[in-house]
């Protein structure tokens, strides 16, 4: 059965507490090779059908209205296993 991945990220131009606490503990460990980290969200979907354009879409769709908050958070990857 495909999987489809969808990768949902916070919008570039909001801050990311969760991914500044991490880069803040990264620092205090010693770890200055990074210079910024931030979270998102993996959904992976699996389907009983083959992928098509169709399907596709309608995984889109959910990303954009149920996966993600189009307010604050951008889907920035749908792919099929």
Same mark, same amino acid.
């Given at each position: 059965?495909?999987?489809?991945?969808? %990768? &949902?990220?916070?919008? =570039? %131009?909001?801050?990311?507490?969760?991914?500044? =606490? &991490? =880069?803040?503990?990264?620092?205090?460990?010693?770890?200055?090779?990074?210079?910024?980290?931030?979270?998102?969200?993996?959904? %992976?979907?699996?389907?009983?059908?083959p992928?098509?354009?169709?399907?596709?879409? %309608?995984?889109?769709?959910?990303? =954009? /209205?149920?996966?993600?908050?189009?307010?604050?958070e /951008?889907v920035?990857?749908?792919?099929?296993?």
């Amino acid at each position: 059965m495909p999987t489809i991945v969808v %990768e &949902v990220m916070p919008k =570039a %131009e909001l801050l990311d507490p969760q991914g500044k =606490a &991490v =880069a803040g503990a990264l620092a205090r460990l010693g770890k200055t090779e990074f210079s910024g980290v931030r979270i998102g969200k993996r959904f %992976e979907v699996t389907v009983d059908r083959p992928v098509d354009d169709a399907l596709l879409a %309608e995984v889109r769709e959910l990303a =954009a /209205d149920i996966f993600s908050n189009s307010v604050i958070e /951008d889907v920035v990857s749908l792919t099929v296993l």
